[in-house]
Every structure is written in C-alpha cells, then in structure tokens.
C-alpha cells in the first residue's frame, strides 16, 4: 500500500505510513493527514503568525505538498488565497524584518525535527537499501564509464549526491553544477559550503555563457511551453563541460523525482542513448528489468542516467536530509518547496511571493522586464499581464519585433532533385558547419571558384551525396541531391531546418547538447560553431530534435498566431 502522511497524536509525531496503521511506537491508531509534507521553518513560521497563527516557536509544523495547508500539531490550517497574499506582501516582508532571531531558531526546528523523524527510521532504510542497491546495479551494468552526479544546490541532488558515495563507498565521485547565472545566493553559497565540506569530490562548474536578460530582449521570456532557458543555460553548458574533460562517456545519477511534476511522472529510473538508433524510443531492456527501461531522447548526448530517488516522495527526501544529518539549501528555510533558477516560468505563485520578500531587488527588475516585454507585444495593460502570470503561458513570439517569420523554400524550376531556399543571412564560410550533418565534405569534388560544396551521403542517409551552391554573399542556397532514397519534398525540410540554423544562430549550444556522439562544439564567447565531420555519423538528431524549425531559438521566435 501507498504510504502517506499521518500523525500521532500521543506520541506527537509524524508517521509515513499507509492509511489507518497505527503507530509503531505507542500502537494507537494513526490519523491520515495529507499525501506527503514538507517541514516548515523560522521564516515561514513567521508568514503564518502574521495571520494570526504563532508564536510557532516549539510547536511541530508541516505543510502538505500538494495543498496549501498547514498542519500544526496535527491539527489543518492555510494561509489566505494568493490575491489576498500579494495584497499583504508588502506588510509581510516588513513583518518578517522586524525580527533577526531566525537562524538561532532554525537550529533548534531542525534538532525538533530530527526528534519526530526518529520513529520513521524503519521507513528510511528500505528507502536507503533500495536505492544503494539501485546505484550498485546501474554502475554494474555501466562499466567503465566516468561516474557523475548532476548537482544543482537542491536537496534532491544532495540526497542523491550522498546515497552515491554511500553506495559506493567512495567520494570520487565526479560532481557538476550546472550555474545558469539564475540561481539565488544561498545556492551559490551552498555550492561554496558543499565543496569546502566535501574536499575530496571533483567537483566542475559548467557556467553558462549567455546573458539571460540580453536573450529575453531578443526572444521573449520563456514560458512553460517554451522553455529555451534551460537548454541554452543548463544542458548546453554542461554538455560543452564534458566534451572539454574527455571524450569518455558518462553514466550521470539524477535527483529527479516523479512527485515534482506531472511531466517527471512519465520519467523512467534508467535511461541510455547509447546508439543514434535508440533516440527518441523506448527500449525495453528485458535483462535489467530492476533498471526499468530507458529514455526517450536525453538532453545531453552519449551519457547513461539513473535516477535512485525517482520514487520518493518530499516527505522521504527530508527524512533523509534531517535523520542523516546532511546539510541542505538555506532557502528551504525561507518556505521554497523547490530551489533552481529563481524566476522560473515552472514556479509557483508561492514561490514568486517569497522571491518578492526576500530578493526584492531582483523580483523588481524581471518585473520591469516582464512590463516591457508586454508593452511591446501590444498588451493592453502589462501589468495586469504580468501579474496575472500571462508571460508563463505565452506559445509562441507574435508581437516580439525580432520573432522568426520562415523561409521560403521552392523547387528550382524543371531541374530534378533540386532545392532553393532563401535566406537573410549571407552565404560565408561558416555555411559549411551548418552543411556537415547532411554529408561529409569532399574537397576534391567541391568547386570553390562557383561556391559549391560537395557532400557525400553517409550509409544511413537518404541520398547519395548533395551538391549545395552557395556563392560567398549569395542569400539564395541551392541544393541539389544525387540519388535520392526518399521523397524530395519530405527532404526539403531538412534542408529548410539547417538553413534556418544558419541564420539565426546565436551559439546557444542547443546542438551540443542534443549530439549523441560529441561532434558538435559550440563556444558562445567565442561565437564558435564547429562540426567535427570525421566524429558526426549523419544521424540528424541535431537537424530534427527541435521541431519543424530545426532551431531552438527558431522555434521560440516563431509566432503563433
């Protein structure tokens, strides 16, 4: 049976177990409370006095999960709707200023807190043995590859951090932050304190090279639709990261969980792609039926995942947190239920509201860059707009004055097999990076003098080779394929796809990071963009992940009307 939430009232505690058990301490009968919880701190505990709740200094506080109720001694209370909320906001934060005893107190919570778990510690180690014996079994079934940890300053990736080295036995483990430059101070602060903690573990930054805030000019804000921001600042860097320390392949433990979200519901435990063959499709892997199955097209190429928490609920990550006294994010102290990039369109209007308390510097200029983007859109009342979270739902760039119109692409008159596409960007020397996916260049069979560019077809793709002209300057490129395996016109969209990458390219490392064999390397302040022809198979997921535009910034450009 399911485990969930439930309290006893005489032993004044909670206990995560099924429904109508009774507690394994005293026997009596429990009382079911919520699906899952979370503890609440110093900070947080203070929002629920201003409303009349409090002091809250020894009493045993939680907050479901999925609800917005509170549970205090055992006993359900909430907080006002969020309209009422955002109307208080100002006042709260001027409440919560009036006091600097939060820390002090948060150290005692946590000794309290650790004093209530103590009853769940059967709970724990099935999670634990479970997961120990995950990681053992992954790393088996993935020999010789580099071990990593994805480590993002939240309490999943800390948890997953430390069950790897505890399964292992060993702290040479290799551990990535990915920083997006949109991560709140405390993160950073707790990234510092991790390493300073954790001497022994190799340890890499993969920062992001690209200014947020110049590409939400460029492009709109991302939205929950449009999520460019974490390809361009999360798996664009880490992937570069790993290309620059060798060319070993990866087997990458996530702190993923399905709980978070309905999309992370869908996620499998263990994912690979270690063959082009297998991108995008399930695979069942019938002799690793304790991996689970596979993945369905990873953001970052030739690596191997494992997700050993993928089933845990919120309540089990802060079981383990506190019981194995692990030190976590000083801003789940502040009442966030998740950490990340702080003005995500994934967060909640909670979330939103404790960013506006306590960064209020930082919340007031995306505000302002949230107001403007609305106005040029044509918004009639931005504010509204905004307030109303109506950035986060936004489809496409209809409005944005740089938004991606399309390019024309058309048969070249009774010439057979031949395509033209026009182009706003003149034809230069860096086409041919955009070129070497569809064929490796043959230099001998190329005509600089008329701007051709001869590429062979490799064994798995659908021509035999393609003459592509494009005169230095020219806007018209010209491609013309030698023995065509399928229909032209279903082939013109990849000639339309890459061509479109030509042209609107800002080196956001998208590519990079979709390449299953580490061809492409991308170095946005350099604005390099480079092919490694003898490394490329021809595969084409970088010509086909992204859509019917073939480009990530492409797509979210587009408008839709």
């Known amino acids: 049976m399911e485990s969930v939430f439930n309290w006893c009232y005489a032993c004044h505690h909670p206990i995560y177990a099924p429904k109508g058990g009774k507690c394994p301490k005293c026997k009596n009968d429990l009382k079911y409370l919520t699906t899952e919880a979370r503890p609440v701190f110093a900070r947080e505990r203070r929002i629920l006095q201003f409303y009349g709740h409090g002091p809250l200094t020894t009493d045993a506080v939680w907050r479901s999960s999925k609800s917005r109720f509170y549970y205090i001694n055992g006993e359900s209370t909430a907080l006002p709707e969020s309209a009422q909320l955002k109307d208080d906001l100002a006042a709260i934060a001027e409440y919560i200023r009036d006091s600097d005893h939060y820390d002090a107190l948060d150290q005692k919570l946590i000794h309290e807190y650790r004093r209530q778990l103590e009853v769940n510690c059967f709970h724990l180690h099935a999670l634990e043995d479970e997961a120990f014996k995950f990681v053992r079994h992954a790393v088996r079934r993935f020999p010789r590859r580099t071990l990593l940890v994805s480590f993002s300053g939240g309490k999943d990736s800390s948890v997953v951090s430390d069950v790897v080295r505890r399964a292992l036995g060993s702290s040479d483990v ?24 954790n001497p022994l573990i190799p340890f890499f930054n993969a920062h992001a090279e690209h200014d947020f805030h110049q590409l939400v000019e460029e492009m709109g804000p991302p939205s929950r639709v449009m999520r460019w921001c974490c390809t361009i600042f999360k798996a664009g860097p880490i992937n570069n990261l790993l290309q620059s320390i060798g060319d070993e392949k990866v087997l990458t433990f996530y702190g993923i969980r399905r709980g978070e979200s309905v999309r992370r519901s869908k996620y499998h435990k263990a994912s690979w792609n270690d063959d ?9 892997v019938n002799q690793d039926a304790e991996l689970n199955g596979v993945t369905v097209g990873a953001k970052i190429g030739q690596q191997a995942t494992a997700s050993p928490i993928i089933d845990w609920s919120e309540f089990d990550v802060w079981l383990y947190l506190l019981l194995n006294n692990v030190s976590f994010n000083r801003s789940y102290r ?4 998740r950490v ?10 909670w979330s939103d509201m404790i960013a506006g308390i306590f960064f209020p510097e930082d919340t007031a200029r995306w505000r302002s860059q949230l107001i403007d983007f609305a106005r040029r859109i044509g918004k009639p009342d931005p504010e509204e707009y905004i307030d109303d979270r109506g950035w986060v739902k936004r489809f496409g760039g209809a409005g944005h004055p740089n938004r991606f119109i399309g390019l024309e692409a058309r048969h070249c ?12 960007r003149p034809a230069d020397v860096e086409l041919e990076e955009f070129l070497k996916p569809l064929g ?6 190329s005509r600089p003098a008329l701007g051709e560019i001869y590429l062979e077809g490799r064994p798995n793709q659908d021509w035999d080779a393609i003459i592509v002209q494009a005169p230095l300057n020219s806007t018209t490129l010209r491609f013309t394929v030698i023995n065509p395996k399928d229909d032209i016109n279903r082939l013109m969209w990849h000639f339309k796809k890459q ?8 080196q956001c490392t998208a590519c990079s990071a979709v390449c299953p064999h580490g061809a492409i390397t991308i170095k946005p302040e350099m604005r390099i963009y480079e092919i490694d022809q003898d490394v490329c198979t021809g595969c084409m997921e970088c010509v086909t992940h992204f859509g019917s535009r073939g480009c990530l910034v492409a797509d979210a450009l587009h408008a839709v009307e």
Not at 413 to 424: K, L, Q, R, S
Not at 440 to 445: E, L
Not at 500 to 505: A, G, S, Y
């Open 499 to 506: 061509a479109t990458k030509f042209q609107t390219c800002i």
């Open 413 to 424: 008159g009774d010439m057979a097999n031949t395509i033209e596409v026009d182009v706003d």
């Open 334 to 337: 502040l009442g966030y239920s």
């Open 440 to 445: 490796k260049i043959n230099r001998d069979r």
């Open 340 to 349: 990340g990039c702080w003005l995500c369109p994934l967060n909640s209007e």
């Open 174 to 197: 290799l551990h990535v932050f990915g920083d997006t430059t949109l991560e709140d101070e405390n993160t950073y602060e707790y990234v510092r304190q991790f390493q300073e903690e």
């Open 276 to 284: 082009p063959d297998r991108l995008g499709v399930v695979v069942s």
